[in-house]
């Protein structure tokens, strides 16, 4: 079974740190795009940090100079550092890959993580 699993999140006070991991798991051919995603209460859950194809990395505005997305390949992992954070960055932050697996299931693979809360609040 192909899953992503999170971990990392917590509390933290204005302009604080916390780094997020997140590790793919299961017959993985390829990982053809994997990163995060937040989301709050009534609001449409958005972009934060991805690595496309070619290794090409894609941030929204609100965290450009303050996140990095990193990765080991060796173990499927993605990284979200998170510097300098406001309260606003409060949210629920999703891991997401799309991935061409193999086994059971085979070809392209769009896969979620369970979330990891992140709370931003002095």
């Known amino acids: 079974q192909v899953q992503l699993v999170e971990s990392g999140g917590g509390s933290v006070q204005p302009g604080g740190s916390l780094r997020l991991s997140c590790a793919a798991s299961?017959?993985?051919?390829?990982?053809?795009?994997m990163g995060w995603y937040r989301q709050t209460p009534g609001k449409q859950r958005e972009l934060v940090a991805v690595f496309i194809s070619g290794g090409r990395t894609n941030y929204a505005d609100s965290v450009k100079g303050r996140f990095t997305i990193s990765s080991d390949n060796t173990k499927n992992t993605v990284y979200l550092q998170m510097n300098s954070l406001k309260t606003e960055d409060t949210a629920v932050y999703y891991c997401?890959?799309?991935?061409?697996?193999?086994?059971?299931?085979?070809?392209?693979?769009?896969?979620w993580g369970q979330g990891t809360l992140v709370t931003v609040s002095s």
């Open positions: 997401n890959a799309e991935l061409t697996v193999t086994g059971a299931t085979t070809g392209l693979l769009e896969v």
């Open positions: 299961g017959r993985i051919v390829s990982i053809n795009r």
